[in-house]
Nanobody, 119 residues
Framework: VQLQESGPGLVKPSQTLSLTCTVS?????????WGWLRQPPGKGLEWMGA???????YYSPSLKARTSISRDTSKNQFTLQLISVTPEDTAVYYC?????????????WGQGTQVTVSS
């Protein structure tokens, strides 16, 4: 299973961050949870949210008001949108694929993509 993040590496404050994860080797409609996580500089990994194989979505309470995860099953992709970004949203963003039926643990990871929020 391989995952690849794509999207802009630089976003201006107050704008929307949008990243897409393209999955190969598995289907996002048949295998549990597909997640987004991020790691700000000097900080730990933060779970942002996930989309289930059913299409249901789940979000971190601290980010729920600004986060949306969607999917395109025809392309086997899922997308993260984070609105009203600030410099505190600067981080390496990862998409991840399922490890059993856990929404918190992931067996497959993208390489990560650096997103910087700056004017």
């Amino acid at each position: 299973v391989q995952l690849q993040e794509s999207g802009p590496g630089l976003v201006k404050p107050s704008q929307t961050l949008s990243l897409t994860c393209t999955v190969s080797g598995d289907s996002i409609t048949t295998n549990y949870y597909w997640g987004w996580l991020r790691q700000p500089p000097g900080k730990g990994l933060e779970w942002m949210g996930a989309v289930a194989s059913s299409g249901s979505t789940y979000y971190s309470p601290s980010l729920k008001a600004r986060t949306s995860i969607s999917r395109d099953t025809s392309k086997n992709q899922f997308t993260l949108q984070l609105i009203s970004v600030t410099p505190e949203d600067t981080a390496v963003y990862y998409c991840a694929g399922p490890k059993g039926d856990s929404i918190w643990s992931y067996a497959y990871w993208g390489q990560g993509t650096q997103v910087t929020v700056s004017s």
